[in-house]
């Protein structure tokens, strides 16, 4: 009988160690990243490059962040509400996309660590083993990411770090100087207090209308704006429901914690008209007489409405 519960207690001893070394990590948050031959880059910009040892062989490999937002003649990047990002390691003729994702309101941006795990006196670049922390902030989340050289498969094991649900808003610094008009204004209240400030045009953060109104104004910060007149700003009752239903179930949805009842109370579309001047030679902003739809969402708790999201600007036809 002691040889049975001897056998027992060891058999029940392997399987925690097991579970402690392989089971506090779940598997959904490992990805493989396969190298590809040709990566394209056309049409994108790039704003980093580095050269480390990332898979530890004594060669280093070039580290590349691209973005889709393109550069002006004077140099200043035309940033919008999102663009496509591209993190890659180039191994030789090989091609490894670690990241390539559409981020909205944020950027991308990379580390890359080196650990002595083997306590290696005055080590080489073969004894340290290297990490590629990526963290991908947008105006609603925060995630971290890792990446590592898998020496048994050849390709870049990719774990999700960190990445918690249920995240509502993220207000973070930019280290490519993105700028954020939506967050200017409407995200700086807080608690009960429901009056904004911008560029001297005091307004009601209770009031979706006025606070795309509000954000439309705060332009006139910018250098690159030479005028503006916000003609309108509605809310568009078609236009709402229209995307509520298109929302409701989504990826997108379920990604902010955006529920089917949240959508039906807290979420409208809001439609401007403006007619703004821009200096084109620091900025890739349309200007004419325009409009475009904005997205906003309610804190329940404060009743203040933020901007989400915007489509992209068209021309208003003129009538005689």
Request: glycine fraction near 4%.
């Amino acid at each position: 009988m002691n040889r049975k519960y001897s056998i027992l207690f060891i058999f029940l001893g392997v399987l925690i160690i097991t579970f402690l070394i392989t089971g506090c990590s779940s598997k959904d948050s490992f990805e493989s990243v396969q190298s590809m031959e040709n990566f394209p880059t056309d049409g994108l910009t790039l704003l980093e490059r580095t050269y480390d040892d990332t898979d530890s062989d004594g060669n280093k490999e070039s580290i590349e962040l691209y973005t889709s937002a393109q550069m002006a003649r004077d140099g200043h990047m035309g940033w919008d509400s999102g663009h496509q990002w591209v993190l890659l390691v180039r191994k030789g003729e090989d091609v490894f996309p670690l990241f390539d994702d559409y981020v909205q309101y944020g950027e991308l941006q990379f580390w890359i660590a080196s650990f002595n795990q083997d306590k290696i006196e005055s080590p080489e670049s073969t004894d340290l083993q290297r990490k590629i922390y990526v963290t991908v902030t947008t105006s609603v989340g925060f995630k971290l990411l890792n990446y590592y050289w898998d020496e048994q498969n050849h390709f870049y094991q990719k774990e999700d770090v960190f990445n918690p649900p249920d995240q509502w808003s993220m207000r973070h610094s930019n280290k490519y100087n993105i700028p954020d008009p939506a967050k200017i204004e409407s995200s700086a209240a807080s608690g009960t207090e429901t009056k904004g400030n911008a560029n001297d045009y005091n307004y009601d953060a209770t009031d979706p209308s006025q606070v795309v109104r509000a954000d439309y104004m705060s332009w006139l910060k910018e250098d690159y704006t030479i005028s503006m007149n916000v003609l309108s700003s509605e809310v568009d009752d078609t236009e709402t429901q229209r995307m509520i239903k298109m929302y409701k179930g989504s990826e997108l949805a379920e990604s902010r914690g955006w529920t089917d009842e949240y959508l039906d109370q807290h979420f409208v579309v809001v439609k401007v008209r403006y007619e703004c001047e821009i200096d084109h030679t620091k900025t890739f902003l349309r200007d004419g007489l325009l409009e475009s739809y904005v997205f906003l969402v309610r804190n329940p708790e404060s009743g203040i409405w933020n901007i989400v999201d915007r489509t992209s600007p068209s021309e208003i036809p003129v009538t005689e």
